[in-house]
């Protein structure tokens, strides 16, 4: 009887441990859970898991506030319905879907998409799809990290509006919109260095004066000499 109780506590002992071990690898998963669920909601541009049925099933805390959507709700979300508030994928050029590319791809892709904001507005958003794998290397899904790049967006049309703005004033008069010399010696140049391919074709360079003008500037003024030049220019176009 006493080795009976003996064995009894030996198995006793040794399910405790089992049982401690195996509640220490319970601690320490839900302790790396939380360190990476700490991780990627402290990333300031919203993250989103996308299946490949296109449910959502991860998102961190920037993407649910900026989505207004509660991360935890058991109802699925669907991405479009998510970040486009529309019942159908993403499809077109406009807006191609980083699901399809980075699936077909099987790589990291990045696309621009316009998406609504709280309000209604229109913000630009640069996404970056990454393909999820399971163990075996098929491609379950997508890791979406977006940025709203609206303000740079803005600054660059600016400034390539600006840039487009200094290019026609450079290379047109002021006056009449036509090209000017500068435009021209530019347009020789590129002619001149072209004709010494076999497939050039000649050219010629007409040069015109308009007879009379120093006349209408001096009877008739500036203005009205400024308006025959106007005249001249686009019938010359």
Do not use: W
Request: aromatic share 4%; with cysteine.
């Amino acid at each position: 009887a006493i080795q009976g109780n003996d064995e009894l506590a030996q198995l006793t002992q040794g399910f405790n441990r089992m049982a401690k071990t195996l509640t220490d690898r319970d601690q320490e998963i839900s302790s790396q859970r939380k360190f990476l669920r700490a991780v990627i909601d402290g990333v300031s541009d919203p993250i989103m898991v996308i299946e490949n049925d296109y449910r959502v099933s991860m998102m961190n805390k920037a993407a649910s506030t900026y989505h207004s959507v509660n991360s935890r709700e058991k109802t699925p979300q669907y991405c479009y319905q998510v970040s486009h508030h529309r019942d159908k994928p993403c499809n077109g050029l406009d807006h191609p879907c980083p699901l399809h590319l980075a699936r077909q791809r099987n790589e990291s892709i990045t696309v621009e998409h316009v998406h609504p904001d709280s309000r209604g507005n229109s913000r630009i958003f640069e996404l970056n799809a990454s393909p999820l794998h399971d163990e075996f290397g098929k491609v379950i899904g997508i890791i979406e990290v977006s940025r709203d790049i609206t303000e740079r967006s803005q600054a660059e049309a600016r400034l390539t509006s600006s840039h487009n703005k200094l290019d026609r004033l450079a290379h047109h008069d002021a006056l009449t919109d036509a090209l000017n010399r500068l435009a021209m010696e530019e347009a020789l140049s590129a002619r001149i260095k072209a004709g010494d391919s076999r497939s050039a074709k000649p050219f010629a360079l007409l040069f015109m004066d308009l007879d009379g003008f120093k006349a209408v500037n001096d009877e008739l003024g500036h203005d009205a000499g400024d308006k025959l030049l106007i005249i001249v220019a686009r019938r010359l176009a």
